[in-house]
Structure formats: structure tokens, C-alpha cells
């Protein structure tokens, strides 16, 4: 079964703690993206990867870091610098080039106390 | 800045009934939009796509509809069923471009 799986589904942090959340995808896609979902607004793009050992910031990458050290894994890590870190994150991935749509893993839940 | 907005937060619709949704766009680069659906707790699922070469297109009891000049695009749900109640997100994209630009969203409740 292809898909794109995060784990875990609900994470809970102290304030000033580092978090990875974990992204995995097995649908032969170049590019990921991380996503940030509060109630009652869209979806922001954190950082997002078109090719292996590369990534860009999105929209809101402060506090927030990436690596792309595989084809399959886009792990993000929510650094203490994040100052409203509690937010449900979602993880998407896509083909590259002309008109693609992303297909999004099941999210985390991180909630920092 | 939003470049993607939908301003009805919420719509209730009754069993059998069409669901409006709308959409505006403020950047004319915009040539591709997609349709997303989401349950709560869930990731979005991919529902429908239109891209700029085109007005109207359908797939099963979805259709969108794209007007350029407006720069509007609406999705029609007929007939609706408990099943379609989910938040749709309005997304746009410019061809090439890896980023999509997505709305609020606007929770549909579809009523018995």
C-alpha cells in the first residue's frame, strides 16, 4: 500500500524542548512539504523539499528545521525558538514539475505544555 | 497576505440537496486549483482538480467550476450526503511551481 505515514499521531512536549516529527512516504515522490494546521485557518507551508539534500523555507519556517537526507523521509524538528508550537502538523508529498497534487500523511497532534 | 480565501466559514445543507462552496483568488499567476477534503483529525484528501484551460470540471457527484475573469471558482456537490460533512480546502498553484496557496476552509454539514 502506498502512502505517506506520521507518527506519532499525538505528541505532547514541555516548553523548551526540541521535537522530530517523523515523515515517511513510499510513493516514489520527489518532493515533501510540512504543513501547519491551527483552528480556522488554512494550511501554512513550513518548509518543503523538491530533491534530496535540498529543502526551502515556506511561509512560516521560523522555529522549525528540516532535513532530507533521503528520498522517503522528511523529518521536522520544532525547536524551543518556536514560540506557539501546539498545532496539528501535516506532512504531504508530490511528483515534481507542471501541475501536481500533494497527497497528505494523517498529521500529529503536538501539544506542548 | 491570503491569496486563496473562501469567506463562508460554514455551510449547512439537508440530505439530497446541492453544497455551494466558494472560492476567490487574488493572484492572476494562478493556473491550477484543487479541491481538498478533511476529516477532523486527518490529513486532506485530494477531491477534485480544474486548471486554467478550462471552466468546468466534473467527476461523479463533484464539479468545479472556474471563472477566470472573477477570478472565482466554486465546487458543487450534488446530491449531498452525510458523508461529504468535512472542511474543503480551496487550493491554488502556478504551473511548475511546488507551493500551494490554501484557504480557511468551510466546514459542510450535511443535515438527515
Known amino acids: 500500500d502506498g502512502g505517506i505515514t506520521q507518527s506519532p499521531k499525538y505528541l505532547f512536549r514541555k516548553e523548551g524542548q526540541n521535537v522530530t516529527l517523523s515523515c515517511e512516504q513510499n510513493l516514489n515522490h520527489d518532493a515533501m512539504y510540512w504543513y501547519r494546521q491551527d483552528p480556522g485557518q488554512g494550511l501554512r507551508l513550513i518548509y518543503y523539499?523538491?530533491?534530496?539534500?535540498?529543502?526551502q523555507k515556506g511561509d512560516i519556517a521560523e522555529g522549525y528545521s528540516v532535513s532530507r537526507e533521503k528520498k522517503e523521509s522528511f523529518p521536522l524538528t520544532v525547536t524551543s525558538a518556536q514560540k506557539n508550537p501546539t498545532a496539528f502538523y501535516l506532512c504531504?508529498?508530490?511528483?515534481?514539475?507542471?501541475?501536481?497534487?500533494?497527497?497528505f500523511g494523517p498529521g500529529t497532534r503536538l501539544t506542548v505544555l | 497576505d491570503q491569496q486563496v480565501k473562501q469567506n463562508s466559514p460554514s455551510l449547512s445543507v439537508q440530505e439530497g440537496r446541492i453544497s455551494i462552496l466558494n472560492c476567490d483568488y487574488t493572484?492572476?499567476?494562478?493556473?491550477?486549483f484543487l479541491w481538498y477534503k478533511k476529516y477532523p483529525a486527518e490529513g486532506p484528501t485530494f477531491l477534485i482538480s480544474i486548471s486554467s484551460i478550462k471552466d468546468k470540471n466534473e467527476d461523479g457527484r463533484f464539479t468545479v467550476f472556474l471563472n477566470k475573469s472573477a477570478k472565482h471558482l466554486s465546487l458543487h456537490i450534488v446530491p449531498s450526503q452525510p458523508g461529504d460533512s468535512a472542511v474543503y480546502f480551496c487550493a491554488a498553484s502556478v504551473f511548475g511551481d511546488y507551493k500551494l496557496s490554501f484557504g480557511a476552509g468551510t466546514t459542510v454539514t450535511v443535515r438527515a
Open positions: 523539499s523538491q530533491i534530496v539534500n535540498d529543502f
Open positions: 493572484n492572476s499567476m494562478f493556473d491550477y
Open positions: 504531504a508529498s508530490s511528483m515534481t514539475g507542471g501541475w501536481n497534487e500533494q497527497f
